[in-house]
């Protein structure tokens, strides 16, 4: 059994991550959190958050197989998710929200700010083209990009300034539409 490491797919699957966690976009629900709960351990939510994806790339094929699901099945489910979170990246509306934490580096910036249903959804989508192990460099990598967002998210704010960071959101969210198409059609056509 070799590797099939592909810097294409790794670039293509880091960017879906990238723009499913949105973690420039969530730099105002991190920094509102910081001020209300106080410290946030950046390392501890980036590790889990690197844990549940990485148990979710393995193990969710078997949960959905378990009450019968197939992969592509899920990849189109998932690409309404993707396209419902472009449409809140891109409109700058709110179609889910949960409610107001009272910690938070494991609930909820961990799960399910960085790993949640769009990004856990998103793995299985991409499990379904891509080989397991460049989409585990692409979490790898989002992870990194998390931890330092998560560590310096106030100096990010400041530099961007609000302006930037809702242009970034609705670039990725223009981007993410595009991939949650993509995904649509290329696993329908395996349905049917």
């Known amino acids: 059994m ?23 976009g969530s730099i105002p629900i991190i920094i509102g ?5 106080g410290h946030i351990q950046s390392e501890k939510a980036s590790v889990v958050a690197a844990v549940i994806m990485v ?6 094929e078997e949960i959905l197989n ?32 949960d409610d107001e934490p009272e910690s938070a580096s494991i609930v909820p910036i961990a799960f399910p ?21 460049n989409i585990i460099v692409a979490i790898i990598v989002n992870i990194v990009f998390v931890f330092i967002v998560l560590k310096s998210s106030v100096k990010i704010e400041r530099m961007l300034g609000k302006n930037g960071v809702n242009v ?14 993509k995904l649509f059609t290329t696993n329908i056509n395996e349905l049917f």
């Not at 959190?33 to 709960?37: D, E, G, I, T």
Request: proline share 0%; hydrophobic share 65%; aromatic share 12%.
């Open 66 to 97: 378990l009450i019968g699901i197939d992969v592509n099945s899920f990849a189109v489910a998932g690409a309404f998710i993707i396209f419902f979170l472009a449409i809140e990246m891109i409109l700058g509306i709110t179609l889910y929200k």
């Open 168 to 181: 970034i959101r609705k670039v990725f969210g223009v981007i993410l539409m595009a991939i949650a198409v």
């Open 2 to 24: 070799g590797f099939h490491f592909d810097l294409r797919e790794i670039a293509t699957a880091s960017m879906v991550l990238f723009a499913v966690i949105d973690i420039l």
């Open 113 to 133: 700010l960085i790993a949640g249903a769009g990004t856990l959804t998103s793995l299985l989508s991409l499990r379904a083209e891509y080989f397991v192990e």
């Open 33 to 37: 959190l910081r001020k209300k709960v």
């Open 55 to 60: 148990a979710f790339l393995f193990l969710g």
